[in-house]
């Protein structure tokens, strides 16, 4: 749904973005991050056909963006930095304006507006000018209008954004929601834990080139090692007679368990448990120590900066 190679913008001397390369399939959700100034933004404007690359090329729902402008804006639905909502409309009379621009039946916009007003908690209020909403409810009148034409491709910049806990939650219901075998959609965000949520695909940025992509366990893996378990244990137990499965290393024990790493913990930690009953051990728990996105964010962004050498 979205393929680009050597993705690149110059601005005089300073390069935003500079080969950027991504291939992201139907039914996925691209989690960008980065710093303030990364070139988040800058490749979002790229992919929306609304700048020209100066390096490189991309496809968005089988369109050029250089080639095919009109039509890569009209499968996208953008929610961006700066909403550009106007102020003295009232919601609906914002929806409808973008309806028609978008080319909608007038039956299809009036029916697709009030739901999405309803959805988002804001059918009450439908009737009162923008400029007298609160920065939560502007940023879910944004987002029903990104939705507003059904698009193939959503790009989200901060979409939970000077939201309560409760309007967050319900926009990245919607977000998980929106995910179908049709619909890729891309998140640029500084909230880790809304990444680690919701994406299959996380990318990494800073100074406008790609530093890291994969799924959340693929990064874990490569960024932090093998992941690490502890054991709990209740009573005594012959440790001598605990044999460790192939792949895994031990890496601390006490009276009441041990600490162990290992590769393949699908195939290599059902043998722990099966060795640990068969030697009357009493397990308590066994527990994944925590590796987090933050932690791999930091680290990655610690050794891009080379305040620490990478492994």
Known sequence: MIETRDLSKQFGDFWAVDGISLDIKPGQILALLGQNGAGKTTTVRMLTALLSPTRGWARVAGY??????????????????????YMRMTADEYLNFFGQMYRLSPEFRNTRSLDLMDYF??????????????????????????LLHDPAVLLLDEPTSAMDPESARLVRNEIARLKSSKRTIVICTHNLAEA??????????YRGRLLIMGTLEELKNKVLGAPEYEVKLSGPWDAGQLRLPE????LSRKPEGFRFKVNHPETANPQLISSLVSSAASVVSIQEGPRSLEQVYLKVMAESRGEIHAA
Not at 196 to 205: R, S
Not at 247 to 250: R, S, T
């Open 64 to 85: 050029d963006v250089m080639k095919h402008g009109r039509a890569v804006r009209s499968a996208v639905g953008v929610l961006t930095e700066q909403h550009g909502l």
């Open 121 to 146: 908690g804001l059918a009450e209020v439908a009737h009162r000018r923008i400029g007298e909403y609160s920065k939560g409810m502007r940023q879910k009148l944004a987002l029903a209008r990104a």
């Open 196 to 205: 680690e949520e919701l994406a299959d695909i996380i990318a990494v940025v």
């Open 247 to 250: 792949g895994m290393e031990l």
